[in-house]
T-cell receptor, first 113, second 113 residues
Framework: DAGITQSPRYKITETGRQVTLMCHQTWSHSYMFWYRQDLGHGLRLIYYSAAADITDKGEVPDGYVVSRSKTENFPLTLESATRSQTSVYFC????????????FGPGTRLTVT | GENVEQHPSTLSVQEGDSAVIKCTYSDSASNYFPWYKQELGKGPQLIIDIRSNVGEKKDQRIAVTLNKTAKHFSLHITETQPEDSAVYFCAAPAWGGTGKLIFGQGTTLQVKP
């Protein structure tokens, strides 16, 4: 089905491990975003990408790495997971910056023990 | 940069009553104000938005009002139903026209039957 998907939906990992969260969209949207959602903080932008091979930091980028070799994929990697990175992660996409409307994936709940 | 404050953090109403959620923003140049609804276990979804050239927009039971002078906008839900129970987020564009949004902290709305 068309849309935006995330995998895995749930992940438990240990402190210090590397973990990659996947995001895939079928609309060929240029813009893609990664957010984390924590109680009391709403949605905070981690990284975003304006096109393939173009990425930039958001509000809370420390400890995360992104890449975008293809328009449809935007993986987020936690290089060395910490307990403070326990959160729900959402990927989103947008057709163009002027429309601003973002389409969100279903989220990945990550627990770092 | 843009800062978005959202109140209240939780709101409980009886079915059939109205609900109002308010947001303030800091950047007077902002011109687009969306509201997202997040149902349990899902990603946020755009439900209504308003651009700065209008003061109010309605879509059935939901409406958004904008006061540019005071730099605040509100979501109004009338005749609330149990399926309106969700987390609601307001947002405003981040500086720079990059398509990024700054989200409020979220409001958990509970509609009691």
């Amino acid at each position: 089905d068309a849309g935006i998907t995330q995998s895995p939906r749930y992940k438990i990992t240990e402190t210090g491990r590397q973990v990659t969260l996947m995001c895939h969209q079928t609309w060929s949207h240029s813009y893609m975003f990664w957010y984390r959602q924590d109680l009391g903080h709403g949605l905070r932008l981690i990284y975003y990408s304006a096109a393939a091979d173009i990425t930039d930091k958001g509000e809370v980028p420390d400890g995360y790495v992104v890449s975008r070799s293809k328009t449809e994929n935007f993986p987020l990697t936690l290089e060395s997971a910490t307990r403070s990175q326990t959160s729900v992660y959402f990927c989103a996409s947008s057709e163009n910056p002027l429309s601003y409307e973002q389409y969100f994936g279903p989220g990945t709940r990550l627990t770092v023990t | 940069g843009e800062n978005v404050e959202q109140h209240p953090s939780t709101l409980s109403v009886q079915e059939g009553d109205s609900a109002v959620i308010k947001c303030t923003y800091s950047d007077s140049a902002s011109n687009y104000f969306p509201w997202y609804k997040q149902e349990l276990g899902k990603g946020p979804q755009l439900i209504i938005d308003i651009r700065s050239n209008v003061g109010e927009k309605k879509d059935q039971r939901i409406a958004v009002t904008l006061n540019k002078t005071a730099k605040h906008f509100s979501l109004h839900i009338t005749e609330t139903q149990p399926e309106d129970s969700a987390v609601y987020f307001c947002a405003a564009p981040a500086w720079g026209g990059t398509g990024k949004l700054i989200f409020g902290q979220g409001t958990t709305l509970q509609v009691k039957p």
